[in-house]
């Protein structure tokens, strides 16, 4: 661990190695989802998970982060998990004194110079505001940018109004289809053999292959099993079932205010009957019981309103921001390793980032 202090603040940065530690800030935190959790960070392989956390009083901001190394230099830049992130903190960001934030963008940019740190991507999460402070108004730094970039848009459930006011916000046809889907015999359970999560691993799998899904999408067998064995947050498996067999499957996770859906899918013979609109349905039933604030459905496939957007949509009249944060830490060396990698070549996604890495 790297613990710095001044006078009026500090930082400390620790790794997976602290997992008591990592544990205790997301205890402390106003808001926090599970992809912020130590165990999630564990099943990540791109590289090194760390926490940078910065402290001014009894405040604190955390970030965390996974560290990689840029091939063939001595520089290094990071990324998040797969899912939603981006920072947390026991304050609402919105009350938050401008000139601490202020002082946390300082403080995190000396540290990320200090370790050769060239650029960070950070994907927000959708119900958390995070984005108050990662804009250019707190942000002053020379050599350095900071761009909050609009990929689209998040669907929820808000699972504060009654469930008879939520129902009312689902589109007719799929309020129809749930009727008929129980009519006909299929039912919505919590997966408690591992004969159902073999069975889920494999229409998964079926289904991200039927729409050649990028490879960021497949996971090995290990990423399931921990994903459903984790402890600092509440894993589940629901599966809709006919017949006796596995034809769909969500894996959703539960923490302080949110039931997360993470991963889903449905059999490819099954996909027009379409059992995953009985899941939704009934996990937010589950999130109801454990009297959460929201179950966040997600995006269309990186942002876009496709149809998997519109199918997300159909169930709630709420829609979120989902913004990426862009942080290039030093924009001289970030413009030599972008000529360096391009070396000419022409570019033909310019928005990519870091775009030495396209």
Not at 57 to 73: A, H, N, T
Not at 221 to 249: C, H
């Amino acid at each position: 661990m790297i613990v710095y202090l001044q006078t009026s603040s500090s930082f400390k940065v620790f790794s997976l190695s602290e997992k008591d530690l990592w544990d205790s800030y997301l205890r402390r935190a106003d808001q926090f989802d599970f992809y912020h959790t130590w165990e999630y960070h564990a099943l990540d392989k791109q590289g090194q998970a760390f926490m940078f956390v910065y402290e001014s009083e009894d405040l604190f901001i955390g970030m965390p982060l996974i560290k990689r190394s840029i091939e063939g230099s001595v520089y290094y830049d990071c990324t998040c998990v797969y899912g939603y992130t981006g920072p947390i903190s026991n304050r609402d960001f919105t009350i938050i004194p401008s000139a601490i934030l202020q002082d946390f963008h300082l403080v995190f940019n000396e540290y990320l110079r200090s370790q050769n740190i060239v650029a960070v991507f950070a994907v927000l999460h959708p119900l958390f505001k995070q984005d108050i402070f990662l804009g250019k108004e707190f942000f002053h730094i020379e050599n350095s940018s900071s761009e909050l970039k609009d990929v689209g848009k998040t669907v929820a459930i808000d699972l504060r109004q009654s469930l008879d006011e939520q129902r009312q916000q689902y589109r007719r046809p799929i309020r129809t289809k749930i009727n008929q889907l129980r009519k006909k015999g299929f039912t919505v359970e919590i997966a408690d053999s591992e004969k159902d999560l073999n069975q889920f691993i494999e229409l998964y799998i079926e289904n991200m292959t039927k729409v050649n899904a990028n490879n960021k999408y497949f996971f090995e067998r290990d990423y399931f099993e921990n994903f459903m064995a984790s402890r600092s947050f509440i894993p589940n498996l629901l599966v809709a079932r006919y017949e006796n067999r596995v034809v769909a499957g969500a894996m959703v996770a539960m923490t302080k205010q949110v039931m997360q859906l993470h991963l889903a899918g449905t059999r490819n013979e099954f996909l027009r009957e379409s059992p995953m609109k009985l899941i939704f349905d009934e996990a937010s039933l589950i999130g109801r019981m454990h009297n959460l604030r929201y179950l966040h459905l997600g995006s269309g496939v990186g942002g876009a309103e496709d149809s998997l957007f519109h199918f997300k949509r159909g169930f709630s009249e709420h829609a979120f921001d989902f913004l990426t944060w862009r942080y290039i830490i030093d924009s001289t060396t970030y413009e030599n390793l972008v000529n360096e990698r391009l070396n000419g070549r022409e570019v033909i996604d310019t928005d990519f980032f870091p775009l030495y890495r396209s």
